[in-house]
């Protein structure tokens, strides 16, 4: 069974960084792309971050380009989000998302996680 689990969510100041993992088991995923999406209170899910297979490629939404980094290590099957500069418009849970539906890595995922929360306070 495969499954995709997050961690490293939590409450911090507006300002401090956070580094989620999202573990991947059940199935090698070295060979797919793999993101993250977040979806704030009353609004629809979002694309953060997203990066290609070997982790040459990779894709960040505005509004946390230059503040984000998303990285992967194949053997451990684990890829993670390295976020600094946190903002209160940030608060959301974060969900990790592995091989995408099409080659639009913003899209539908086939493997989502159940999401870990990130709450930044002003």
């Known amino acids: 069974q495969v499954q995709l689990v997050e961690s490293g969510g939590g409450l911090v100041q507006a300002g401090a960084s956070l580094r989620l993992s999202c573990a991947a088991s059940?199935?090698?995923?070295?060979?797919?792309?793999m993101g993250w999406f977040r979806r704030a209170p009353r609004k629809d899910r979002e694309f953060v971050a997203a990066?290609?297979?070997?982790?040459?490629?990779?894709y960040y939404a505005d509004s946390v380009k230059g503040r984000f980094t998303i990285s992967r290590d194949n053997a451990k099957n684990t890829v993670y989000l390295q976020m600094n500069g946190l903002k209160p418009e940030d608060t959301a849970v974060y969900y990790c998302?592995?091989?995408?539906?099409?080659?639009?890595?913003?899209?539908?995922?086939?493997?989502w996680g159940q999401g870990t929360q990130v709450t930044v306070s002003s």
């Open positions: 059940g199935r090698p995923f070295s060979n797919a792309a």
């Open positions: 998302a592995a091989v995408p539906s099409s080659s639009n890595y913003q899209g539908e995922y086939y493997y």
């Open positions: 990066i290609s297979w070997s982790g040459g490629n990779t």
